[in-house]
């Protein structure tokens, strides 16, 4: 089968296509004949900052070709989606039975990992910060599958006010189109605002806080990091909330199955609109990267094994 991988840390270009043999699954695994694998940002960074390889991880979407021992719920020829932690790039990729589930007859695979991890996260960060009908909302990289998705969430939530920031003026229209009521640049962020959702971290972490209004909530569920002063939450009587997807999967699954089947549901009833950037070709995955690392994607970038 092919599988994209690298041996040294870099850019895109480290990235290179090779020929091996099929997994197999351990126990309590699936084996997926892939058909969509969703780039994610953490493993772009990560490309690129670590100081050794790692793996090539993202949501991946396909059919069940084998069970490994002690697999329940799902059989040969099932459609399902999950995050593959380790070779996700590749014709055929491991899942954790317990952490996939099954795509609706009515979704392509290209639907799931654009809308399943994205729409979790986007749900859960908007949870986190317990919001109020009536709040104002920021989200920032708000052109992003996670974002445009947290933009939508808060509009159905009842929010007065949600405002995207995005990183270049170009983003404007599309995030709009998604329901953004204004659109700010990450230069001067506005506020106050009650709830601000935070896909960037680093250096946008601080003034994120600094734009908080008394009381107000981040949520901050980026790769990038950041510090905080304590005093600017202080003064502000406001809220530095972290959140992940991995954490609610693992500890609390009967959320994490449940938020699933409602996300399919958003879908159908019109409420949620995932949205995908580009298809790339499995050996194209380095200009699949090179597109998010330029931070010129709108919505899911998705490569395609076949």
């Known amino acids: 089968m092919l ?27 699936v084996l ?14 990560k490309l690129r900052a670590s100081s050794e390889p790692v793996p090539l991880g ?32 590749a014709e055929f990729a491991i899942l954790n039975g317990a952490m996939a589930s099954r795509i609706p007859d009515s979704a392509s695979a290209v639907d799931a990992v654009a809308l399943v991890r994205s729409g ?14 009536g709040e104002s ?11 445009t998705l947290a933009l939508q969430y808060a509009k159905a939530g009842g929010a007065a006010r949600v405002v995207a920031a995005v990183s270049s003026a170009d983003k ?53 990091g950041g510090t905080v002063e304590a005093y600017e939450l202080l003064l502000r ?9 991995r954490a609610v999967a693992t500890g609390r699954p009967e959320l994490h199955n449940r938020w699933q089947r409602e996300l399919w549901q958003l879908r159908d009833a019109g409420t949620l609109r995932p949205a ?14 090179a597109v998010i690392e330029r931070r010129r994607n709108l919505g899911k970038v998705v490569l395609v094994p076949r």
């Open 3 to 29: 599988r994209i991988r690298h041996e040294v840390n870099g850019g895109p270009e480290v990235l290179f296509a090779e020929e091996v043999d099929r997994p197999e699954p351990g126990a309590g695994e």
């Open 32 to 45: 997926v004949r892939v058909e969509a694998v969703g780039v994610t940002l953490p493993t772009v960074r």
């Open 58 to 89: 993202g949501e991946v979407a396909g059919e069940v070709v084998a069970l490994g021992a002690g697999v329940t719920g799902f059989g040969v020829g099932d459609r399902v989606t999950g995050l593959c932690f380790a070779d996700a790039y």
């Open 120 to 133: 979790s996260v986007a749900r859960g960060a908007y949870e986190a910060a317990r919001p109020e009908p």
């Open 137 to 147: 909302v920021l989200v920032t990289a708000a052109a992003s599958a996670v974002g």
């Open 172 to 224: 404007a229209d599309f995030v709009r189109g998604l329901g953004a009521d204004e659109v700010v640049h990450y230069g001067d962020l506005g506020g106050p605002y009650d709830v601000i959702l935070d896909g960037v971290g680093g250096e946008l972490l601080g003034p994120a806080v600094r734009a908080l209004a008394t009381g107000g909530r981040l949520v901050a569920f980026s790769s990038g």
């Open 237 to 245: 009587g406001a809220s530095l909330i972290g959140f992940q997807m």
């Open 276 to 289: 995908v950037h580009g298809e790339f070709p499995l050996r194209d995955a380095a200009r699949a990267h």
